[in-house]
């Protein structure tokens, strides 16, 4: 048992761990300044710069497909400053324009493209394939301790870990300039800080853990990670550190428990097929959010 | 392929593929009408939370629908069911953002992925179950007309006729909201019953869409043929023709393309066709587009230039500047050498004449002027007042040397 589990579902589980509270740690910026959205639009067009990378290279290597989905980023964000300032058309609105159609684009392009040899395709990148990375070098906990099973690891386990911990890095490192223009961005302005600067650099950052995160758990749960563990927080705390830090938990949660649910909830009524773990873990966060807002009704306090 | 595509643009490819085109047409239009009033609104990525928002419903009607002992395909009950779905979402979204501290946005973001992911879930729950005929659910995510019937296409056509029927009979007050809700609410309509109409009308055009454009996409044929209108239009009306008219070219093209190449999803399709109306639009509208502004900036540029040099010539100062000099050069009031001319001479007294008329007159009337500053002196004033202008002028001048003005 033990040892199956190890193979089976401690991966997949460590990577949707990860990939959460990678999500979820810029998510609190993104939920305090309003650019909830963002996020939304991040994780639709990455899958077109996935696609052009893959058609360019051939392969689904994860350094093309990072840099296909930061162009792409990078073109989304020109396409809606351009159609805002030259077309005069509010911000929501291009950003639905442009999302939309570098999303729908995406989608002919691989219909199209010969993508039998790889495994890349719609519905995989909107739920991903956290079930899928499996560990079939582990023999059980000792497998942990084994730099030959360890060298086994899914890549999209180790990518995951180490986007993390570059996140986070990078979070505690800028913490203060962060945190001072997200919640006063004239004030952050007079001290001289880069207010553009921290702004694009927050939105690069959560491009680069919705790249991570895509290919493993898919562009639906990237956009619960971003937004409902920090928005339950939001409502449970005043505190920054204190609501990144309850978000974080809130993240490993729910991305343990929708694992454990979808994997193992089946067993549970006799059945052997497994449901959705992404699916599961991103309609437990929206949960974990109603119950927040169940609990702080009424808390409605300035900002 | 070429040939096929034009067999299904000109009803030849068989009746299935005629009327499903027929009935995204006819969507189409819905959803450009619609659209309008929600983009005027500025509320257009609601219609996001609530397209993804009708998946588990989808899923569920399903279920429901295939334990009562059917094949689970009927399309008006699954319609239903995301309807259902939607209207949930819809509440959650306005839930979170009134009872909570929650911005709008966030709310959106919220409800869209924790619906979405649970119909993951119950479409996974599916497929382990092995009831009814799930095999066609995967289209309602990105849409598909190659396999659309003949009911089908009338459940499609009765939402979208009902809901452009509905909106025509509540465009005033939808319009005034729109523009001014405050002045709405002053002259005594209810802002908020009619916003609940708006986004009822969303959610119908939204279940509606699904089986053309799909779930993840059916928000833009509500966003982007109204953005399109806008470039084209500064009045309603007009707008809303012309959005309910390329979302209907967009709907009957992707279905025709859908006809002629069946295994492409339809909705990329749609959406693709929508945006190159966009686009083309946006470079080359008049009077909003790109092109059509740039050219107005560039004469008003060379209008300047050419203003600035006259007048430099009327007081013999030297002119340094190479766009006005060529611009002086191409009206022939200056030679290649730099001479001046006698049409230029001519004209630049004009120029000097029309000045002085123009500081007098923002000296008098300082409030009047209407008009660009380039406007000739009868647009930028009425006849009274160049009258008075002139009585001050020959004043001045009959009053002073030559030259002192």
């Keep these: 048992m033990s040892a199956e589990f190890v193979q089976l579902s401690l991966t997949p589980i460590l990577t949707g761990l990860f990939a959460a509270m990678a999500c979820a740690l810029p998510g609190n910026f993104l939920v305090l300044r309003r650019q909830a959205l963002i996020g939304d639009a991040i994780s639709h067009v990455v899958l077109p710069g996935i696609v052009a990378a893959f058609l360019v290279t051939g392969t689904i290597a ?18 809606i400053e351009l159609i805002r300032r030259l077309g005069r058309i509010e911000p929501g609105a291009a950003m639905g324009v442009v999302f939309t159609t570098l999303f729908a684009a995406g989608v002919l392009v691989l219909e199209q493209a010969d993508t039998s040899r790889v495994h890349l395709d719609v519905e995989h990148a909107l739920y991903g394939s956290l079930e899928s990375l499996i560990w079939l070098d582990a023999e059980g906990w000792g497998s942990l301790a084994d730099p030959a099973a360890l060298a086994g690891l899914p890549p999209e ?13 990078l979070t505690v490192l800028f913490w ?23 702004g694009l650099g927050l939105t690069v950052l959560a491009a680069l853990a919705a790249v991570a995160a895509f290919d493993a758990v898919g562009s639906i749960l990237v956009i619960a990670m971003f937004i409902c563990p920090p928005a339950a927080a939001r409502l449970l705390t ?4 204190r609501q990144v830090a309850i978000s974080l938990m809130i993240a490993a949660l729910v991305s343990v428990a929708g694992y454990v649910l979808a994997g193992y909830g089946p067993l549970w009524f006799g059945r052997q097929d497994s449901l959705s773990a992404a699916g599961m873990i991103a309609a437990l966060s929206g949960l974990a959010l109603f119950a927040a807002a169940l609990f702080r009704r009424g808390g409605r306090r300035a900002g | 392929m070429i040939g096929a595509l034009g067999s299904a643009l000109m009803f030849q490819a068989g009746y299935n593929a005629a009327i499903a085109a027929l009935g995204s047409a006819l969507f189409g239009a819905a959803a450009g009408a619609v659209g309008t009033f929600l983009f005027l609104r500025k509320r257009s990525l609601v219609s996001d939370a609530l397209a993804h928002a009708t998946l588990p419903g989808i899923a569920l009607a399903f279920l429901v629908m295939a334990f009562l002992g059917g094949s689970g395909r009927w399309l008006p009950g699954l319609l239903a069911g995301a309807a259902l779905a939607a209207i949930t979402g819809l509440f959650a979204v306005s839930w979170l953002t009134h009872h909570t501290r929650l911005s709008e946005d966030a709310a959106i973001g919220a409800v869209l992925s924790a619906f979405f992911g649970l119909g993951v879930v119950v479409l996974s729950l599916i497929q382990t179950l092995s009831v009814g005929e799930p095999a066609g659910l995967d289209g309602f995510l990105l849409g598909s007309t190659a396999g659309m019937v003949r009911s089908d296409v009338v459940t499609i056509a009765a939402g979208a006729v009902v809901s452009l029927i509905v909106l025509f009979l509540a465009r005033r007050p939808l319009a005034l909201i729109a523009f001014d809700a405050g002045y709405g609410e002053a002259r005594g309509y209810r ?3 009619y916003d609940i109409l708006l986004m009822g009308l969303v959610t119908a055009i939204t279940v509606t869409g699904l089986k053309i454009v799909g779930l993840v996409l059916v928000v833009a044929l509500l966003i ?22 390329g979302g209907a ?3 009957y093209g992707g279905a025709a393309f859908s006809a002629a190449a069946p295994d492409l999803p339809t909705g990329p399709v749609i959406v693709l066709l929508a945006f190159v109306l966009f686009f083309v639009s946006m470079l080359a509208a008049p009077r909003r587009g790109i092109l059509a502004r740039a050219l107005k900036a560039r004469r008003f540029e060379l209008a300047v230039h050419r203003r600035q040099g006259l007048l430099a010539l009327s007081h013999d100062e030297p002119i340094y500047d190479r766009l006005t000099l060529k611009v002086l050069r191409r009206a022939g009031f200056v030679r290649g050498d730099g001479v001046v001319t006698a049409e230029g001479l001519v004209a630049a007294q004009a120029a000097r004449d029309d000045e002085i008329r123009r500081i007098t007159g923002e000296r008098l009337f300082p409030q009047a002027a209407s008009g660009s500053v380039l406007d000739p002196l009868d647009v930028r ?18 009053g002073q040397p030559e030259g002192a003005a």
């Design chain 1, 62 to 79: 994860a350094v093309p497909m990072l840099i296909g989905a930061a162009l792409a980023a990078v073109l989304a964000a020109v396409m």
């Design chain 1, 157 to 169: 386990l180790v990518r995951m870990a180490l986007a993390f911990a570059l996140i986070t890095l």
């Design chain 1, 176 to 198: 203060r300039p962060l945190a001072i223009s997200t919640f006063d961005e004239g004030f952050a302005a007079t001290l001289g800080l880069p207010v553009r600067a921290i």
């Design chain 1, 238 to 241: 005043d505190n920054l550190a």
């Design chain 2, 191 to 193: 802002v908020r019953g």
């Design chain 2, 224 to 245: 982007i043929p109204p953005a399109m209108a806008r470039f084209w239009t500064d009045r309603l009306g007009v707008m809303l023709a012309v959005s309910a008219a």
């Design chain 2, 249 to 251: 070219l967009s709907g």
């Design chain 2, 381 to 398: 004033y009425t006849p009274d007042e160049i009258a008075a202008i002139e009585r001050a002028v020959s004043e001045r001048t009959l």
